[in-house]
């Protein structure tokens, strides 16, 4: 394709997904109305995506020149990022399946622009920012989008590095259920299906980790007719998910029952040598945790006799004593490298969600702490009800007697 | 019946629960060998049931006095209450169906032993000792069980009269799985089936509030076949039973599609005259919130020009155009009042919980702050542990270099 | 109470279950209008609950004399049979409890007065009918309610002695989603936790046999949070179990992982020595088949070293290595011997196909040929349609086009 | 690519799809030890595909000769294709997108060889055989793999036009538990969320026909997360879905609340200018029914003022006053269209019926009588056994004894 055909082909896929984040458009007319961001430089790490292009061009309407690196390589769309480029106000910089060099290269190529506002995906800029302190100078503040990068964030912060304060966006409630639950569960299946077509109705998938996301995950392969089991170090969440009705086993066994395998646990090497020894021919193994650290593809290697692409995005390690395991997406995050990453719909809440915080970053009078700040919880709230309008609910209001009872003793 | 043999009758009940209440058991082992309450004065307004008569023989055991009240006259059971009054320890006072008088003179009774520790499930016991300060001289701590007495719990803490510290054991994690969402979940459609004997599939089930309760009682709705519609004020809640694929719906609205009516918010007359004038012929009012007045019965009393008794617990208003509308246990909590409660499994949660904030409180070296405190996260997942164990689920430990991960940002 | 007052609650649960009796009140009218069954002589062995009592008013109603006879003692309702009594048309006979010898005598009376018409349910009327054949003159048909019924009538009829036509009510459509799955199902897990009130998430239920009625057992109890696993024995059966999420494994091996095993077979025996020598201490054991031969109460007897009842309708067995396996209404159909058995809704399908069958029977010019007869088409359409429109659902109807394109061929 | 490269990526996903289909490969080993088809000549009219290319070779593995042309030539897999016709014993004749034209060529060409037996996906070879009768001499027997086509042979057989036996494969009850409810169930689904990334969670789902693939799509909407709608015209399929906790609506009422239409009826204009006129703006329109006439397009056009394509496979009417409609894929069903079709698991079960459907018949010492036949329950069974061991479930075996019960009448 030319390079102009491609450019509207993203286009296209940007006015796709945009039609289905209304929250965002309401809040990008309302920035745009008030230039809110009227000269703000704001740096981003985020998937480049569709979706992310509509918050892009939504901040670049208040005001703002934003600077755009990719999160992961495996996850751009070539012809959004040509499209932003070809628009104005937005320098994107990735393409789908760049080096490690190339993406780390444009990422630092964010941080020497001085912005003012950072949005993270996986802390990189933050931890970037750390590091580079004194180059930081007019750094007031970021948003970060996932659980993984705020423990690195926090880490940060309690060695003293923390670069600037950081909305825990992730950690809202909005976001937790949207993107966590209903995104990734979804899209988690989705990339695992469009990777193999299994038939998931009536084959055991383990779900490892049972966090917000891997509840999405869980929920959803029972949804699709799987027989469910959960694996989880943490009793609580252990506990919730056998109240649910999941049966919950250490990795060891479920090792043994499992046909397809899903880590979303934010830690490593939690499926390796001794879980592969145990797994039965044609298991199939996927990550839907932010890194690709949660299979240990090191020991996948050194027990496999030989390797071999079967489809696109699956790879076959055939071991010493002829089982087969397929790898999908090379370990990497399957919703985002075998699909189409979370539905415009997840990412209309959490991109909501971004731009509200950096509005009230870039316009607060007095600078936040240094250190993790929750989302405010009317932020939380608006979006919710801008939500509950693009889907056509109503709801009712609590009569005044009622919010007086609410907060009334002596009755 | 001789009261010997109803005595005999509430133990076996008392022992059929605690077969149940494994947790409370291994605690209530520990406190006995460790003497851990010895001599400690507890009152306590909980409901009189055999899961209850577990837990203050468990205190008892550690060493405890032990003086109980009612927290609803519904849900006595009188041969239970006879049961602990012949064993030793425990005074408990309370008879099914006693009058508001009598139950508050019981409720008295307990203040003036002057307790050290409170069990409180609904506030009560802590309005009381608000009321009459003064006379409440030892009291150090108090453990309450609802969201509706936290809410009367923060009110008086907001006018500076709590009268001590409050372990707000209904927000604990474990008690808002348990007790909240599968507890009241399942014992609440329990209720509504053995006052109604309705068969739900196909029915339209209409649950007004979604908080952690009310989204119990709409998962069991639907897992028993249900259309379930969901109303809520909050738009986050609201956003997320709509997420979960209800329904949602404004009260007036819903009033015109439901068979079954539930009403489990902490407001009052969330279902009122305007409600019961769209309602159909036949339809069943529930209510599954703390207090009794969620549902107007002043005007569905003004509404009827006829009320009749059509089943025990279930009261027909038929209203002047004819339609009747099927009131259920007077609109008391419903769960308690046509059931048996909770299930011993979830009061073996919320009981251990209670038994362990009693304990720390009562060996704390400094006093607690006066205010409304989380249950310690450690009590919490000791209580999930041993609920596990109880259960008979193994889940896995994390290796000391995954716990290095979790907590390492430079990887 | 004295006998006026048991007719009269007896009354009043007549008409509460009538009143959710919406299809069969439809049905009763038409036949009280054209005097449909005038004359008839109606034989009938069922439960005899307010449900029953309906059924009969109905068909008294059209014009016929009916005496009833309990299908099983444990379900008698004696404030019903004491209503219908003392209402006019019917006569029967029955005692909650009754001796064996009791029952079989109200049964030959039944079969005494000679009917042109029977209603059964376990085919023991059509049964007797078989082995006295020179008496029973007048019978025209029967219309046979259970599965297990219908195996007796094929044995019946394979050995030439079926005395009469019988349709299998148990078979059509109607009838096997509601009474079998919907009805069933809810009621067995009703009345186990009526027996028991046990928190059902987080437990593993066993449910042994995936026929239409264990299909409904095991969706409810994954609808409460359990955790189900299924065995059976017919691969497709297996199968289907199997994709739609359940863990499918042999009894003995569930019998190691279960917490309440339930058996809906048709068959004897399921669970029997080598099967309690598995499980673990504290199961509870139910049964939702039609005979009280599918637990092996022998081999549990000689397995226990005592027996006591802990409960109503709950008796423990402690066997000899310490394990108690507590067994639910004698192994009796928990759903009837344990709760108020099937919803009034689910037995108005029922009672409606019955009352047409036997109008349909009684209306004949020309008799049905001997053998088993599936209920025809249209009465199973007109049914559902009745159903639907009680629930107050409207649907579509096909234009003349697309009826026309459903019979074409060349398109 | 180059032809060879081309046929290798072919062959690739031949033995992707064949690994999954354990049921068709232990089939196949079997026809090829008895060498079971040996001379037979096999026409077949099916979905051009890696899975059909198993069936194929299992066949020519059986000492068949195969001959091949497409049921729909959006399914087609180009490379599958060349792949068959680089291996040997198979011609398959088709090419994805090709012209109706094209199509029917090939399918005569399939005719005009003469074939034995016939595999058919909508009878259309079974159609050609009745115009040209006389020229299919040698023809022995049909199978059939869907409910439309099966429709056609019946009315054909009406007209006593059928041109030989046919075996209605797909009313098997494998076929309607795997193919219809798990596989299009699953596939329909896939195939809406490839071509629209849409978030189904919170979205309202209207599924218009509840046949068993209708069940099969609302079942896994709702595992979504959708608010599931459904519209049918029989009233008993109307009445099972809404026992299954489905509203259920007139389409017209419908219309107003969906987000996503899918149609699965068999009938034909059943989405049409005055459900258009009511849809909300952003609907998508999606076919899962055989042919591409359950939504009007001719409507659909003529209500438009505008019509652009937007994403692959996704077709934005732009109605006069402004709303916009997204037709996928045309009307054609979806699952083929713009998914991969039935996952591999669920042809696996078809094809197995298939193969071992057209062994009987070749194999069959007396010709079968000209009718529609159902496939024998032996053949049943003996694919759901293959199919347990598959998964690596093992089931129970009823004893003797048991056996004996079910058939005794006399307990």
Redesign the interface.
């Known amino acids: 394709m030319a390079a102009g055909e491609v450019a509207r082909a993203g286009e ?2 940007i ?3 945009g ?2 984040m209304e929250v965002l458009g309401r809040v990008a007319a309302r920035l745009a109305e008030e230039r809110a961001l009227a000269g703000v430089r704001i740096g981003a790490c985020l998937h480049l995506t569709a979706e992310t292009a509509n918050l892009a061009r939504a901040l670049v309407g208040g005001g703002a020149e934003v600077m755009l690196c990719a999160a992961n390589p495996l996850s751009t769309q070539d012809d959004v990022v040509r499209a932003l480029n070809a628009g104005g106000g937005v320098r994107a910089s990735g393409r789908r399946g760049e080096s490690a060099r190339a993406r780390l290269r444009a990422l630092r190529a964010v941080l020497a622009s001085d912005p003012q506002l950072i949005l993270d995906d996986g ?1 990189e800029l933050i ?1 970037g920012a750390a590091r580079a302190r004194g180059r930081q100078r007019s750094l007031l503040a970021a948003a970060e989008e996932t659980s993984a990068g705020l ?3 926090r ?2 912060h ?2 003293g590095r923390l670069p600037c304060p950081v909305y825990a966006v992730n950690e809202s ?2 976001e937790r ?2 993107n966590d ?3 990734t ?2 899209s988690t299946l ?1 990339g695992i ?2 990777a193999t ?7 055991t998938v383990v779900v490892i980790g049972y966090g917000p996301t891997g509840r999405g995950v869980a ?2 392969a ?7 089991i959960v ?6 969440r ?3 998910a ?12 479920a090792a043994e029952r499992g046909d397809v395998f899903i880590t979303v646990t ?5 499926l390796r040598a001794e879980h592969f020894a145990r797994m ?1 021919d ?1 298991a199939v193994l996927a990550n839907a945790g932010h ?1 690709d ?1 949660e299979i240990s593809l090191s020991d996948l290697g050194a027990a496999a006799r030989e390797r071999e692409s ?2 696109p995005l ?1 790879e076959r390690y055939t071991l010493a004593d002829g089982r087969r395991l397929n790898l999908l997406a090379e370990g990497r995050v399957v919703n985002l490298a075998a699909g ?1 990453g ?5 990412m209309d809440i959490s991109f909501a969600l971004q731009a509200l915080c950096v509005e009230r970053a870039a316009r607060a009078s007095e600078p936040l702490a240094i250190g993790i700040h929750p989302v405010p919880e009317e932020i ?2 608006a979006v ?2 801008l ?2 309008a693009a ?9 005044d ?2 919010q007086r ?7």
Chains 1, 2, 3, 4 share one sequence.
């Open positions: 296209e896929r006015r796709w997904a039609a289905q802390a931890a423990i690195t964030a880490a940060l309690g060695e409630r909005a259920t949207f639950r209903f995104g569960g979804q989705d299906l469009r077509n299994l038939l998931l109705a009536g084959r929920l959803r029972r949804g699709a007719g799987a027989v469910v694996c989880e170090v943490d009793p609580m252990a506990l919730e056998r109240m649910e009705g999941y049966e919950v086993l250490p990795a060891l066994v934010g830690s490593r090497n939690v039965h044609g890194f650290v079967v489809r699956v189409e979370h539905p415009a719909a997840v939380d709230r919710a009800a939500k509950l889907l056509g609910v109503e709801i009712d209001a609590e009569s007697e009622q009872y609410r907060t009334l003793w002596e009755r």
